[in-house]
């Protein structure tokens, strides 16, 4: 914005102290302990963060005369976040019992939706030279395209559905409108455990 004043001057940039986020979340536990040999412990996490910027070191914004145009989801965004952990102790065998007994399951089950990110322009049509402008979104962003798992990668949005904007223009897309795919874990374990005397054991572990 100051070129046509400052023709012969590079990239102006003023630091402040700035910034606005609020966040809100349903947290929820579900404890089982010891039934029947079986200890769980589920926790599902609903919330939604939003700011004008999560990096505030050294954030610059699209368009430094309108902060509030950067509003959006925080950088790490995640709306649903589910995890459940699980053990299982085998019962004692009245047979063989140094081999047969010990043995306990476990499972880390891990899941969450996706985090949000930016679409930006190609070119610095605004003259800022920042690189920070937005796309213009002009359709569709997921017209066509399916975000099903492909080994050869996947599409995530209708390229044709964003534009460049005009020179001596912002973008029109939100800062983090858009969310990249979730995420899904699942760990498994097999564990003996052998007492060898009153103070010492070892234990067998599997884990995949």
Known sequence: ???ATFPDFGIINQIETNGNSNYNSLQTVLKVRDWHRFTSQ???TYAHGLDDMTAYRGTIP???FFLKGDYGSMDFDTRHAFTAALNYELPNATRLRPLLSGWQLSSLVSLHTGQPFTVFSSN???GTEEG???ANLIGDPYAGVSH???KSGVTWLNQTAFADPAPGTFGNSGRNAFYGPGYAA???SVVKNTKI???IGSQFRVEM
Do not use: A, G, L
């Open 42 to 44: 589920f926790t599902y």
């Open 148 to 150: 099903k798992f492909s």
């Open 132 to 134: 920070v402008q937005r």
């Open 1 to 3: 914005p100051f070129f």
């Open 124 to 126: 610095d049509t605004s």
């Open 62 to 64: 699209q368009d430094s």
């Open 186 to 188: 699942v760990d498994f």
């Open 197 to 199: 005397t009153e103070r």
